[in-house]
C-alpha cells in the first residue's frame, strides 16, 4: 500500500505555520501570559479545518511537493518509496502534567528540562512535519514485525482555554496517551470528574467524558502516571492507577519523561495493536495489549530493549 503523506490547514490556503494557523492573535500569545488561567474561553471554529492527501502513483513527487510547500525548498537525489501503514496518536491531560516532554523523550530521547512552557492549541513544532519515513522530520516510525508504522503525534495543550481547539483533532486520533502528574491529584482527578470554575463560568469537563463525546469509538486509549522519577512529591499511588484504569478498561503504566522509563513501550505497545487491528487476519489470535507490557515490562528490566 502507497502511504500517503498528509497535512492540516487551518485557514482558507493560507501558509500554515505555527504562527498563523489560528491566527497571530493566538499563537503570538505563546508567552508567559499564557500560564496565568484567563477567564475569556478560546474559540475555535471547526469548519476552518481541512485536510488535503496527496494521492497519485509512487515517485510522481507528492513528498517532495510537500517539502517544498513547508519548507521552500526541493531535496534532489535519493528517492526513498513511503511505506508501511500509519496512525495518528494524540497526547491529552491537564497542563504540565508531560506531554510535550513525554514526547521529547520518545522522538529525541532527551529530557526537556528548565522552564514550562506551555502548550497552545496544536503544537505544530510536532504535528505540522513533511514525514519521510525515519529520516527527517518529527514523526517517529516505529517498527512492528518487520513492518514501518508511522506514529504522528500530536502534542495538544492541556489547558482548558485550548479545549475546543483540540477537540476538532480527537476524530482523526487513532489512539490517545491520557496523561495525569503522580505528583498533582488534580490531574489524576480530572480523568473522570467534571467541575464547573464558577469564577469565569467555564465548564471543564473530565478527560474521559471528551473522549467519549469527541473520539472515535474504537480509539485506542492508555492511561498514564507521569513523573513516576518524583517518588519524594508522589500523591497519586500506583494502584490509584492502576484501579482507574481496570474500571475503564484500559492499559496503563507509570512513566518518566526524565529518566525514560516506559516511554518506548507505551508508543511501542500503542504502535502494536494498531497495527494488528489493522492488519488482522481471522484465524489470528487478538493481539493482547495488557499481556505485551506486562511481558515487555519484565523483559525491559532484565535485557533492555522492545520486541
Ligand atoms: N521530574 C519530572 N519532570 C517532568 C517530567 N515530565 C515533565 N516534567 C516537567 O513538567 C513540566 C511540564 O512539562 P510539559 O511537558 O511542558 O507539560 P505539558 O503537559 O505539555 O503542558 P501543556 O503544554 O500546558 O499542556 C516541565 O517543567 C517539565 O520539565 C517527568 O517525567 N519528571
Redesign the pocket.
Known amino acids: 500500500m502507497d502511504f500517503t503523506a498528509e497535512f492540516e490547514t487551518a485557514d482558507h490556503g493560507e501558509t500554515p505555520n505555527p504562527d498563523s494557523a489560528y491566527g497571530s492573535s493566538v499563537m503570538d500569545t505563546d508567552t508567559e501570559d ?2 496565568t488561567h484567563s477567564t475569556t474561553p478560546f474559540t475555535y471554529d471547526e469548519d476552518l479545518t481541512h485536510k488535503t492527501i496527496l494521492v497519485g502513483d509512487s515517485g510522481v513527487g507528492k513528498t517532495s511537493l510537500l517539502v517544498q510547500f513547508d519548507q521552500g525548498k526541493f531535496i534532489p537525489g535519493s528517492f526513498s518509496a513511503t511505506v508501511g501503514i500509519g496512525f495518528t496518536v494524540m ?1 491529552l ?13 520518545f522522538k529525541d530521547g532527551a ?10 492549541g496544536i ?1 505544530f513544532r510536532i504535528n505540522f512535519v513533511i514525514e519521510q519515513w525515519g529520516t527527517v522530520g518529527q514523526n517517529k516510525v516505529v517498527t512492528v514485525d518487520n513492518m514501518k508504522v508511522k506514529l504522528q503525534i500530536w ?5 482548558e482555554r ?1 479545549r475546543s481547539v483540540t477537540h476538532a483533532y480527537y476524530r482523526d486520533a487513532q489512539a490517545l496517551l491520557l ?1 495525569y ?1 503522580i ?1 498533582r491529584k488534580s490531574s489524576f482527578d480530572n480523568i473522570r470528574c467534571s467541575h464547573v470554575i464558577f469564577f469565569s463560568s467555564v465548564t471543564m469537563q473530565a478527560w474521559l467524558t471528551e473522549i467519549h463525546e469527541y473520539a472515535q469509538k474504537d480509539v485506542v486509549i492508555m492511561l498514564l502516571g ?5 517518588a519524594a512529591e508522589r500523591v497519586i499511588k500506583h494502584e490509584d492507577g492502576q484501579k482507574l484504569a481496570k474500571e475503564y478498561g484500559v492499559p496503563f503504566m507509570e ?5 525514560g ?1 516506559n516511554v518506548e513501550l507505551a508508543f511501542h505497545a500503542i504502535a502494536r495493536e494498531l497495527k494488528h487491528r489493522a492488519a488482522e487476519q481471522p484465524h489470528e489470535p487478538k493481539f493482547q495489549i495488557h499481556d505485551y507490557i506486562e511481558s515487555q515490562k519484565e523483559k525491559s528490566t532484565c535485557c533492555g530493549g522492545l520486541m
Open positions: 499564557n500560564q497526547l491531560g491537564d497542563s504540565a502534567v508531560g506531554k510535550t516532554c513525554i514526547l521529547v523523550r529530557f526537556l528540562g528548565g522552564n514550562f512552557i506551555a502548550t497552545v503544537d502534542d495538544t495543550a492541556g489547558q485550548f496523561l502528574d505528583t507521569n513523573k513516576s522519577d518524583m512513566t518518566s519523561a526524565k529518566t522509563v
